[in-house]
């Protein structure tokens, strides 16, 4: 080890700091840090980290924020997701955003609305920013909880959701929105090269490849009326083209690959998919069979379940055994098709023909079936696996181990007693990632079971529970938890009103909490239910002395 720590002093800080322009901070700091003072102060002085903080440990985020200088940030990834909850307030706990002053990225993740409302307020302070992302294109129960849906269509004038400052708008090269944008500023005054919207009217569309002359990448989805798209416009500089539309009525040479030939001559990429029915689906295909499309742009299309579509881009990545790809397309061998397969859904054990997957992350198992027969599926790959039932489950557990990259899997069958005595023999330490349904019988013998059975998760996701002293017990008992998310089922009282106030007091009581640092999000699941949601995100714990 000596002889190494000697080597890195030996490498000039151009060479290290050119290694780091490869690596998240996180990446940094846990491979090189405190290696020795040489290497320290190179990254004291590097000045241009990358901030991803999505799905990150709370103990990791709390070091990053202590170690790394704001003003050396050039790139930052926030998220409030459920494996981070509340990560944004208390980001800002410990910064301004003004102390971002080589902040050229930023990317929002299911940010909460507080913290929403803050950023685009006070954007006009990052003036170096020149990329801009906002994902909030699944408008989930958090975010309609917490007014999102309100917010975003009170700030915006149609389709909407978001409006920019227009001083921020001029200065960004690349803007994703999973929503809507309220363009208040003109079109011809904005520098964008890059733009992606999730939720886009044909007028916007016109408007942007009118005006917009200089974006050379575009992905837009349209809603609402599409009757008038055949009077799109074309970019001279647009070179990377995706374009999707929900639903496509009349209109029919908008499915015609000649006049897509017109529009797409001066495209690099160009991918599309559109909802709609077609009769004559062969005479449509032929459109596309030609020549430009095949030899010059190597450019292939299907049409599947009332959708035309470019593969391999929006090929299907979920998929029900037995699996029969389309036989309207024009791409001359179908092997594309069984790669894009990502998540396979097994409903009946027989006719089982999988030979051809090859790339399956994600297995549901629907029925009864022996894990023998799963042999036919190169499991190599296979990261999650979901099971409908509690059949036939011990033997499923039993070959967890044979399944080495494995680490996820859910239980959607309501467990029992009996399923605890079943696999008291599985015990499997693989598994890092555990999505349960609970019984309300005997819950604690089943809860103990668990813990017993899993030893190593750390991320739990539980529904539903009755009663707090189970919450408690189960961030108690798997030691290594990092974050966690219980539905909790109870009635509305004073106390629970409080818990939206001080969401740390619905989990008071554990005890491994009580040394270490962890932020907790209390939500109600509907106004009209007595389900709520707390969402964990666990520290690194003190060890008591």
Same mark, same amino acid.
């Given at each position: 080890?000596?002889?190494?720590?000697?080597?890195?002093?030996?490498?000039?800080?151009?060479?290290?700091?050119?290694?780091?322009?490869?690596?998240?901070?996180?990446?940094?700091?846990?491979?090189?840090?405190?290696?020795?003072?040489?290497?320290?102060?190179?990254?004291?002085?590097?000045?241009?980290?990358?901030?991803?903080?999505?799905?990150?440990?709370?103990?990791?985020?709390?070091?990053?924020?202590?170690?790394?200088?704001?003003?050396?940030?050039?790139?930052?990834?926030?998220?409030?997701?459920?494996?981070?909850? =509340?990560?944004?307030?208390?980001? /800002?706990?410990?910064?301004? @955003?003004? $102390?971002?002053?080589? +902040? #050229? *990225? %930023? !990317?929002?993740?299911?940010? =909460?609305?507080?913290?929403?409302? /803050?950023?685009?307020?006070? @954007?006009? $302070?990052?003036?170096? +920013? #020149? *990329? %801009? !992302?906002?994902?909030?294109?699944?408008?989930?129960?958090?975010?309609?909880?917490?007014?999102?849906?309100?917010?975003?269509?009170?700030?915006? *004038?149609?389709?909407?959701?978001?409006?920019?400052?227009?001083?921020?708008?001029?200065?960004?090269?690349?803007?994703?929105?999973?929503?809507?944008?309220?363009?208040?500023?003109?079109?011809?005054?904005?520098?964008?090269?890059?733009?992606?919207?999730?939720?886009?009217?044909?007028?916007?569309?016109?408007?942007?490849?009118?005006?917009?002359?200089?974006?050379?990448?575009?992905?837009?989805?349209?809603?609402?009326?599409?009757?008038?798209?055949?009077?799109?416009?074309?970019?001279?500089?647009?070179?990377?083209?995706?374009?999707?539309?929900?639903?496509?009525?009349?209109?029919?040479?908008?499915?015609?690959?000649?006049?897509?030939?017109?529009?797409?001559?001066?495209?690099?990429?160009?991918?599309?998919?559109?909802?709609?029915?077609?009769?004559?689906?062969?005479?449509?295909?032929?459109?596309?069979?030609?020549?430009?499309?095949?030899?010059?742009?190597?450019?292939?299309?299907?049409?599947?379940?009332?959708?035309?579509?470019?593969?391999?881009?929006?090929?299907?990545?979920?998929?029900?055994?037995?699996?029969?790809?389309?036989?309207?397309?024009?791409?001359?061998?179908?092997?594309?098709?069984?790669?894009?397969?990502?998540?396979?859904?097994?409903?009946?054990?027989?006719?089982?023909?999988?030979?051809?997957?090859?790339?399956?992350?994600?297995?549901?198992?629907?029925?009864?079936?022996?894990?023998?027969?799963?042999?036919?599926?190169?499991?190599?790959?296979?990261?999650?696996?979901?099971?409908?039932?509690?059949?036939?489950?011990?033997?499923?557990?039993?070959?967890?181990?044979?399944?080495?990259?494995?680490?996820?899997?859910?239980?959607?069958?309501?467990?029992?007693?009996?399923?605890?005595?079943?696999?008291?023999?599985?015990?499997?330490?693989?598994?890092?990632?555990?999505?349960?349904?609970?019984?309300?019988?005997?819950?604690?013998?089943?809860?103990?079971?668990?813990?017993?059975?899993?030893?190593?998760?750390?991320?739990?996701?539980?529904?539903?529970?009755?009663?707090?002293?189970?919450?408690?017990?189960?961030?108690?008992?798997?030691?290594?938890?990092?974050?966690?998310?219980?539905?909790?089922?109870?009635?509305?009282?004073?106390?629970?009103?409080?818990?939206?106030?001080?969401?740390?007091?619905?989990?008071?009581?554990?005890?491994?909490?009580?040394?270490?640092?962890?932020?907790?999000?209390?939500?109600?699941?509907?106004?009209?239910?007595?389900?709520?949601?707390?969402?964990?995100?666990?520290?690194?714990?003190?060890?008591?002395?």
């Amino acid at each position: 080890m000596p002889h190494s720590i000697d080597f890195l002093e030996q490498l000039p800080i151009e060479l290290l700091h050119t290694t780091f322009d490869y690596l998240w901070a996180n990446e940094i700091i846990y491979s090189f840090y405190n290696i020795n003072i040489y290497i320290n102060n190179i990254i004291h002085t590097y000045s241009s980290y990358r901030f991803n903080l999505q799905s990150i440990r709370k103990s990791h985020f709390d070091n990053i924020c202590e170690i790394i200088k704001v003003n050396r940030v050039i790139s930052l990834r926030l998220s409030d997701d459920d494996s981070t909850p =509340n990560q944004s307030k208390f980001f /800002f706990a410990y910064f301004h @955003l003004d $102390q971002f002053i080589r +902040l #050229r *990225s %930023l !990317s929002l993740f299911d940010i =909460n609305i507080d913290s929403l409302k /803050f950023i685009i307020s006070n @954007l006009n $302070q990052l003036n170096q +920013l #020149r *990329s %801009l !992302s906002i994902h909030c294109n699944s408008i989930n129960k958090k975010f309609i909880l917490q007014g999102i849906h309100n917010y975003l269509n009170d700030t915006q *004038s149609k389709f909407g959701l978001i409006t920019i400052p227009s001083n921020v708008l001029i200065q960004l090269i690349r803007l994703n929105l999973g929503c809507g944008l309220n363009f208040e500023e003109h079109l011809q005054s904005l520098n964008l090269r890059y733009l992606t919207l999730e939720k886009c009217d044909i007028q916007t569309l016109q408007m942007i490849l009118s005006t917009m002359t200089q974006l050379i990448f575009l992905n837009i989805c349209l809603t609402g009326d599409t009757s008038s798209i055949s009077h799109v416009p074309t970019s001279s500089s647009l070179r990377w083209l995706t374009l999707k539309i929900n639903e496509l009525i009349g209109k029919r040479d908008l499915v015609n690959g000649n006049r897509w030939k017109i529009l797409s001559k001066d495209l690099i990429k160009f991918n599309f998919k559109f909802h709609v029915k077609i009769i004559n689906i062969n005479s449509i295909l032929d459109s596309f069979r030609n020549s430009y499309w095949l030899l010059n742009k190597r450019w292939y299309v299907a049409y599947d379940n009332q959708c035309l579509f470019t593969v391999p881009y929006f090929a299907p990545i979920l998929t029900h055994s037995p699996y029969n790809p389309t036989i309207y397309s024009t791409i001359p061998d179908n092997t594309i098709f069984y790669d894009q397969i990502k998540h396979l859904v097994i409903s009946k054990p027989e006719n089982i023909m999988l030979n051809h997957l090859h790339n399956v992350d994600e297995l549901t198992i629907e029925c009864s079936i022996f894990p023998e027969l799963l042999s036919i599926v190169n499991l190599n790959r296979l990261k999650h696996l979901k099971l409908a039932s509690l059949d036939n489950i011990e033997l499923f557990l039993m070959h967890l181990n044979s399944i080495p990259n494995l680490s996820k899997l859910s239980i959607n069958g309501n467990l029992t007693v009996d399923f605890i005595e079943y696999t008291k023999s599985c015990r499997t330490k693989q598994i890092r990632t555990l999505e349960i349904v609970t019984s309300t019988e005997d819950l604690s013998y089943i809860i103990e079971g668990l813990i017993y059975l899993f030893p190593q998760i750390e991320h739990l996701r539980i529904s539903t529970i009755h009663s707090r002293k189970h919450i408690i017990r189960l961030i108690d008992g798997f030691e290594y938890l990092l974050n966690a998310s219980f539905v909790l089922k109870c009635s509305s009282t004073d106390m629970n009103k409080r818990w939206f106030l001080k969401p740390g007091l619905s989990i008071r009581e554990v005890r491994r909490l009580n040394n270490g640092t962890f932020t907790c999000q209390f939500d109600r699941l509907s106004t009209d239910s007595s389900l709520y949601e707390i969402n964990l995100w666990i520290g690194e714990q003190a060890r008591k002395s």
